[in-house]
Structures are given as C-alpha cells and as structure tokens.
C-alpha cells in the first residue's frame, strides 16, 4: 500500500491482512506498561486537520506515538493554511520539509486524492482521515475490527447502516468495506438522506428500522448533524428521532448478539438512548480504543516496508 | 521422494545438509544440551522459558520443549516471540505480516528464557528479538539455540546451541524446512555458489 | 483591394477539388481545380488547400474571453486567436466579465477590442440583469443600439431565475429582435452542487447537480417564451430530458432554439474519479446516456448547434482540490475535432450537417448576416479548412490561449482546422500561403 484513500477497491486480503495486523498490534501492547513499539523510528508523519476532530486527531497521534514515528500536528488555524495559502502549497511545503505520511482531514471530497497525486512522486503517503462527504477509510476499518472481535467474522452476516447515509464519509467507507468483507449492508434511512443513485451500490436500502433490527447482526447509528436538522432533510429532530433514533424498546428487537455502533461524538437521546449507547451491546469505547490500533496497522502498512514496494 | 546423498549438489544448485532423520537427531541432542547447561532439573535451577521466533523457530521451540519433557521430566514453558516490529532493516523489504507474539503465564521476569530459531545468519533478527525482550519484561538471562549456524555475522551475537555449523557463501540461501510449515523435515542450502 | 486564390478544396467535403477566388473579402469565382492551372498573378497569394474540406466560417454562440477583469487567463486578443485557430470567424463573448457586460460602454468596448484585432468578429454578449444578479434589467435596448448591436443577451454562469425577471426579459427582448440566452440551472436545486447527480457522484461524495434542475428551468421558460412570443435559447443542453423538453416546445411551435458543447457530446461523469478539476464544468459532464441523447438530438435538429462554452481558467483555480476549483473547459481549439469525432465519426452528421451545427444555425440564431452564409459565388469570403486526415494531440500549453484546462490534454483527435479566413483575410494558416 502506498496511501490509503478509500476503502472503495482495497481488496478483501489488503482489509484483512491490515485488520489481522491491527489484532496482533492489540495483543502485542495488552497489558504493557510500555506502550511503545520502535517500529518507525525516524519516520515523520503530519496531521492535517482542516476540519476539527480531537478525537481523529489524538488517535492518529498516539498510533504513530506507539510506532515511534515522530508526529507532528500541523493545524489548520495556527499555519500559513489560515491566511489563504492553497492546499497544494501547503503540502508542498511539508513535503520539502520531509514528511514521510501525510494524514489529512478537509471539507472537500477528493482532497485526499490530490494530496497523493501532488506527494505521491516524493515517495509521501497520504492517509485520508476523512474527505468531505466522501470516505473516512480508518474509520471503517475500525469499525470492522470491532464487529470481527464481537461476531467473529463478517462473512455472512447483516449490518444496518442507520441516518445520514447522503452526507456521510463513515457510510460510504463502512459500505465499502463490509461489502468487500462479505457481510451484507442495508442502508436505513429516510429518502432524503440516501444519495441518488445509491441503489446500484452493494446494498439494500430500507426506510424502515423497526422492520431490520430483528435481523440484524450489528447496527451502526450515523451522526445526524446539526445543519442537516434546519436543512429541511426532514421536518424536525423529534419526528427523525421517532422514525430513526435507536431508543430502548427499538434496541430490544436486535437480537441478543447484535452489536451497536456509533462513529461519535453521540447526539443522545436523537440519535440514541443514553441507556443503550452504554449497554453491553454497544461496542462505542471499544471502537475508540482499536481505532488507534487500526491506525497503527495501516501506518505499519504504508511506511514499513521498502520504499515504493506494493 | 528419491533419497539424495548428503552433501551432494542436484541440477538445481541443492545441497541437502539435514535429512528429516539428521533434524530429529539434532534437536534431540540440543534438548540434552539445553538440559545439561541450565540444569533445569535441579530443584535450584532458574525456570527455563522457550520463545520460539516464527516461524520456523517457533516449531522449534515447541519440539524442543517435546524432547527435554521427554528426557529430563521437567515441562518448560513454550511461546512465540515475533520480531518483525524491532527489526532495524523493515524498509529493506515489502511489507511483511505480523506473526504472533504469546509469552507464556507467568511472563519472563527472572526467567532463563532460550531464544530458538532455525538460522543463524547477520545476527540481526536475534538483535531484535533482544530488544523486543525487554519490552516483555526483565530476564534473569538470555539464551540462543539455532538449528543452523551458517556464519556471516554481522554482529557481536553467538547461539549457545547449535544444531549445525554450515559454512555458506553470502549469496546462499539456506532453507530449513519443517513439518508443521513446509510438510516435511529437511535442511537445503540453494544456489548462488559464486 | 484584397484577393485570394484558395487551389484545391472540397466546399462540403463533396465533389472535386475546387480553386475558390476571393476579391475583396467575397467569394468571386468558384472553378474546377483542372490539372492544367490557368496562369495565376505573380503577385496573387495562394492558399495551398489540396486535400482539405471547406466550411462557411464558424460562429461560437458561447465564449468566455475574460478581458475585462481576468486578462491573466484569457484576452480578447489571444481569445481571437484561438477562435481563429478553432476555424471559428465570430464568437460571441459571455457577459460575465469583471466589470460585467451590462451596460453600452463594456459592450463597445468588447466589441472594439475585437475589430482592432481583427481576427474573429468579437460580439459582445449582453447581461440580462444588472451585474448579473437576477434581480434588476439591464439596459437591453441601450446595448442593443450600441456600436456593438448588441442582440444576445444572457446572464450565463447565473440562471435567470425569477420568473417574473425571465418574462419580462422575453418580453421586452421581442421589440429589438434580440434573444435571451438561458443558463437553465434551477439555483435551489443546486445548492453546492459538484457533479452530475448519479451513482458517480453518490460515491465520490460530491453534491449533485441534478438533471431536473436543468429540465425544469427549460420547461418553465419555454412555457414563458411561447407565452411572450419571445426568441428563447438554451445554452449548453446536458441532460437528455431536456431534449423531450424541447422538442416538445419546438413542436408547439415556441421559438426556442438550443446549443450543445463539444465536452457534453463526448466526456462523461466517469472521468471523475480522479477528482482532478479539469473536469469540472458547469452544467457538469453527466452519464454516456445523456451524451447518447446528445448526439441524436444535434443530428435530428432538437438540437440546434454547437457552442464551446470556451472557459479559460488559471492554473491556481484548476490545480486545487474539486470543491474550491472553477468550473469551466478550454473549447475554441478543439470543438472542430471533437464534433468530426462524435458526430461525423459516428454517421450522424455530413460535411453539410457539421456546416449547418457550427457555422449556419448559430449565425441565424444570433441575427449574423454575414455569417454562415452558403460557399456561393457573391457570399462573404468566411471559411473553414479543414484537413480530415488529420490525427493531433492535444497539449495544452501549444493553445493559443493563456490558459491551459483543456480536458483533452494527450487525446489524439482527428480532423483538424487548418487555415480560416475572414472576409478573405487569411486568419490561421497564413503559413500555407505561397506568393
């Protein structure tokens, strides 16, 4: 791998073998008190956050922390990047001043492709932290390490993808991915919040939550934002929370197995119970917790091994 | 399979240097030596740990510890100790995978723990495996046993045990194949004769 | 006095090859180019076009030529180059300058830049409403009275959305014989729109654009002109329903007329996937079903021409991520081979269909009478020559434009423009003329 953009086209053996990677990491650092692996010693790598996300950011930071990378946080408000200076220039400059990984966050879908067109030729990953409305490939990843952990396997098994599919960058990598993994996706929304064109991708789409929970395997709740509340994408948070929020009586009709997600930071009680998000079904701190070895597997992947090999 | 005599080369640059009956001999001798130096079966003698280094090594390991229950009584702890993420020379190659890592209950501290791998080359997977020691904890000493010791070291590192010493040209592979891995038994030193 | 003598063409592409004599600036004599040459004037230029293709001089409804205000990405200078170069001999300049073409002084000036530099006749383009921003007339019939005769209006980049402004702008269009050229973009339908609405942009996350908007905004106007009387025409058609829109408008009998780029006859939303903003055009590229629809209705006459919707942009604007980039494709250069290639490659239109799409229908539709006029002994001396054989690549620094965003970049195109002349003054391929 040379830079992980999407999830879209990573084949099912590049998934796992990071997922595998991911697992091994975990076991690796289980009860240490020294949480720190040498493994990228004099490898630099940047955050690029054009759009705020501690949590994003810190996983990231701690992953290269534990591989010994030397990370460096570039913010977006602090840097010449707040005084108009293009993208392109921006990375240019962090490439001359010799960037092994480039991670990058930006409102615009595709920014993460132009980074890697512009650093790919000096030999600089490029790991999308989130583009726009487009892809957030680690977040999938982790969410995969999580569902593996709790289910076993994903071959087979049934996972609904509930709220802002339209807007959302976890959507289009989790259906992606799980796909590629072997699982079945069912898209849960209202119309309004599934993308034109979205019945051709690997999935079912349904407008009804209460009608899949009983078969579902794991249920993964999408952030509803503020903005999309006063869009008109429906007509009011009460009326989507009715339809669409996992409360307590919907979450009974899971069955016992399933497994509840949620990519955070929560709107609970709109998007989920309080009493549910803390239940043993849901797996929310453990997907904070393998985010940072997924991030730690994929920067494995990308900058431990020969230079421009595949 | 037709029976080659030993330390003749094929037409494909092969020299077969352990049959399946030569690596049964030697680990069983290794077994007797591990026992005789540790004096594992003295009621005072530090407990023994084995860590195998996958892959290979991590068979070893487990036979190993097979034969010294088998001749001494005493039952070592066995696990696996992979290194590829203290390896000083990762970007030297294609990404590998991670292999697994299980330190045995009980962990290493004041332990004798014996590294087992199957070759022995520049010393640099043992350098690695030093480091990656420490992460596990603090032993009371470090042990080496390598079915193959084929030289060119390239570092102040020697194997207390050893199977067999095999001079070897640098551009040589040697290839130690076992059961668990390969489906049968065997030591092969291939091509590169400059 | 000028004079031409132009050895060995095909007007149409049919027939045998012809010499063409042009005396000042029309076409004088058009003679079989016999093997045995009547003696030619010593000091006579010949214009060598063995082999190549004559068309009446094509006229580019929708041009983008950026002076004033952007003369770092385009001039009307090396905009008329361009043009000319693209076998083209009038262009009409969209009003979208900085400051906008909306008033008589910005029009002359277009206008007279344009005739100082004398390669392709620059018609300025006026805006429908002030500064383009919908909400107020421009003074329609001050321009139009201007030196630069102004008799296109559109507020291209902007829909004229309010449909009460759109009405009274065709109504008040019908008393200077003028026509109100519709960017069809429903605004609210494309709030941050990106790309095509479909399962490509679904999937590279971009905000769609969606056919409808177009389709309804042609629709409500066609309704609006058939209503006023008025002349109504759409620019850069991109949607296949906006085909059954207009034919059915057309067959009602609305005086609605409509042009597509050469990029919708032949790019698709597929291309996308690089995010690389070089194509990136508004309305954008949709689907091969959409540029199916395209070819039939250019063929058919649904469709009445080709316009370039020749849009120069920095290098700034292009080489940036998708979202912050222009909108907007390189055309003049190009338009020739990419309609040889989708329509004439394709069986769907000859010589005489090419001549009517990129030179007749636009001139009629624009009111040039001196444009698009037959290859007939008497008519202005305003050509195309094309070659037909020819294979070109496309690179984008050898345009003569500043700017370089030619989506074509690398492409091997056939058919290429070889030398245009305007009213008999040779304005590309000066370099085949012998004395």
Redesign the interface.
Known sequence: ?KHLLTTEGLSAAEAT?VL??AD??K??LLG?E?R????LRGRTVLTMFYENSTRTRVSFEIAGKWMSADVVNVSASGSSVGKGESLRDTVLTLRAAGADCVIARHPASGAAHRLAEWLGSAGTSVVNAGDGTHEHPTQALLDAATLRERLGSLDGRRIGIVGDVLHSRVARSNVHLLATLGAEVVLIAPPTLLPYGATNWPVRVSYTLDAELPTLDAVMMLRVQAERMHGGFFPSAREYSINYGLSEARAALLPEHAVVLHPGPMLRGMEIASAVADSAQAAITEQVRNGVHVRMAVL??LL????G?? | MASRSRGAADAAGERELLTAADVARTVARMAHQVIEKTSLDAPDAAQVVLLGIPTRGASLAVRLRDRITEFSGVRPPCGTL?VT??RDD????????????SVPDGGIDDRLVVLVDDVLFSGRTIRAAL?ALR??GRPRAVQLAVLVDRGHRELPIRADYVGKNVPTARAEDVVVRLDEVDGSDGVLVRGGKA | MTALLIKGVRPYGEGEPTNIRVTDGVISAIEPATGADEPVPADLPVFDAAGLVALPGFVDLHTHLREPGREDTETIETGSRAAALGGYTAVFAMANTDPVTDNAVIAEHVWRRGAEIGLVDVHPVGAVTVGLAGAKLAELGTMAASAADVRVFSDDGHCVHDPLIMRRALEYSVALDAVIAQHAEEPRLTVGAQAHEGERAARLGLAGWPASAEETIVARDCLLAGHAGARLHICHVSCAGTVEVLRWAKQRGVRVSAEVTPHHLLLTDERLGSYDPVNKVNPPLRTAADVQAMRAALADGVIDCVATDHAPHAVQDKDCEWASAKPGMLGLQTALSIVVETMRGTGALDWRGIARVLSERPAEIAGLAGQGRPIEVGEPANLALVDPDARWTVRGEELASLAGNTPYEGMELMARVVGTVLRGQVTAGRERIAV
């Open positions: 791998m073998a595998d990677t091994t990491l076991q690796t240490r020294v720190k692996l040498p493994t494995y992947h431990a091994g020969e230079e090999a595949a | 992979d993420l203290y990762l970007r030297r190659r294609p990404t590998r995978p991670l292999e697994e890592t480091d992460d596990h």
